[in-house]
């Protein structure tokens, strides 16, 4: 939230040439964050999964979810529909974010899980008039968004726009509560869910702080995420 505030009008994260400033990016998770709570009604320690490839809408939605004091679970959108369901039905989530070219596949499989909450995003969502024409070609061109038919579902751009960071129920964190869960590539069986703190993820970050900090500029600095975010912490 420092951050946010010190660097408000500076570009926190830029994708397919679109770019969205720390305080964009920090009053729509607020936003999102009050409607998980709001609607919802989810409380501490509920997970909230996102399926989605490296978006602008994967921080909104990381720093809403865990703004909110709930738990983030990544899930690989390349899964399938089987390794889909045996993640969701593992974790008991029973809120999930997804890019709609995968929701045929929490259509298919919903009723075998706990899944009450959807919440559908677009390639395109955030990305203005290039984003109009980039879900068009993805929707209409190329075909890969298959069709689905999912009742009550919630659009990704009208909760972080319409829900307007209202107040939000102050949690208490505690640097042992679950932040994550990072699922195994269940290579010898089942997926399993490694359990990452608060404190596991600052960890991280005063590491990473600690090899590369004096050789960054803070503030000016512009590093390439290569690595699909749904993967790492």
Not at 130 to 155: A, D, H, S, W
């Amino acid at each position: 939230e420092k951050t946010c505030v010190q660097f408000s009008s500076k570009n926190a994260f830029t994708n397919f040439g679109t770019s969205l400033t720390f305080n964009e990016i920090y009053n729509k998770s607020l936003n999102l964050a009050f409607f998980l709570q709001d609607k919802f009604k989810l409380v501490k320690g509920d997970r909230v999964a996102i399926m989605m490839p490296n978006l602008l809408q994967y921080p909104i939605c990381t720093f809403g979810i865990l703004k909110a004091g709930l738990i983030v679970e990544n899930i690989n959108p390349l899964y399938t529909e089987r390794e889909l369901e045996n993640q969701l039905c593992d974790s008991n989530s029973e809120t999930i974010i997804i890019l709609e070219n995968f929701a045929h596949l929490v259509e298919k499989i919903k009723h075998k899980t706990k899944l009450k909450n959807i919440i559908i995003t677009s390639v395109g969502e955030l990305l203005g008039m290039k984003g109009i024409l980039m879900n068009f070609l993805l929707r209409k061109i190329t075909k890969k968004v298959p069709k689905y038919n999912i009742p009550n579902v919630y659009k990704f751009s009208e909760v972080i726009n319409n829900y307007n960071k209202k107040e939000i129920k102050n949690i208490t964190i505690s640097l042992e509560d679950v932040a994550f869960l990072q699922y195994t590539g269940g290579t010898s069986g089942t997926v399993k869910a490694a359990m990452l703190t608060h404190k596991n993820i600052l960890s991280n970050v005063l590491q990473v702080k600690e090899w590369l900090g004096s050789q960054l500029k803070y503030g000016e600095d512009i590093a390439i995420c290569a690595l699909p975010l749904y993967h790492i912490f």
